[in-house]
């Protein structure tokens, strides 16, 4: 089994977690700028997520917590015991614009074979967009990872571009990380070298 333990000597990493399970998430209904609250499994599994997220941290604080203004995001890292020192706008989901609240199906039945990776969002940001404010957020992160690991807690779409940029690869490349809701993504460096470290592990990795 790969160690979860953060190495003693190694520089700080960006610890990433998605909010627990809402109705709109069940559902597969995109949820930007909603304010949806956790369902009661999305809060169990939020407690739980604590559990793991203290095993990534090793039993250390982390140097800074930030969390999305949405209260899905915020009520999630209360329950994993997480204390947030300031609320990011930048930690916001991907605005879906006209698209707010639909499901991928339905968004189909108008624009054949849609994705948010692919697609234009009528009235919602664009992949150039999501990226210029990941960049700002990861500048912002990284000044502080020499005094430790940083957890940003958010959102899907959000932080699967988190991930891309943290490796170089467009916004676009998000497509190729799952982010579960409660998971946990966690993006450190090889001798200098960006990496992802570890992706989407929860409770029932």
């Not at 329950?79 to 499901?103: F, K, M, N, S």
């Not at 467009?170 to 992706?199: I, K, N, Q, S, Y």
Request: hydrophobic fraction near 40%; aromatic fraction near 6%; include cysteine.
């Amino acid at each position: 089994m790969t160690d979860l333990h953060h190495a003693p000597d190694a520089p700080g990493r960006v610890l990433l977690l998605r909010h627990g399970e809402t109705e709109w998430s069940a559902s597969g209904r995109h949820t930007g700028r909603t304010d949806i609250p956790l369902t009661e499994r999305g809060r169990e599994r939020a407690r739980e997520s604590g559990e793991l997220g203290a095993k990534l941290l090793g039993g250390r604080p982390p140097a800074l917590v930030l969390a999305s203004p949405r209260v899905r995001a915020r009520t999630t890292a209360e329950l994993a015991g997480l204390h947030v020192d300031r609320v990011d706008d930048r930690l916001a989901e991907w605005d879906y614009g006209d698209y707010e609240g639909l499901t991928t199906p339905q968004i189909r039945e108008t624009a054949p074979g849609w994705t948010v990776w692919t697609q234009p969002v009528p009235g919602g940001e664009t992949p150039a967009q999501v990226q210029a404010r990941a960049d700002a957020l990861l500048a912002d992160v990284t000044a502080v990872l020499p005094r430790g690991d940083v957890v940003l807690v958010g959102h899907a779409h959000f932080s699967r571009v988190l991930t891309a940029r943290w490796i170089a690869l467009p916004a676009t490349e998000g497509v190729r990380f799952a982010m579960d809701p409660a998971a946990w993504t966690v993006l450190g460096h090889e001798r200098g070298v960006p990496r992802c470290t570890h992706v989407n592990l929860s409770v029932l990795w």
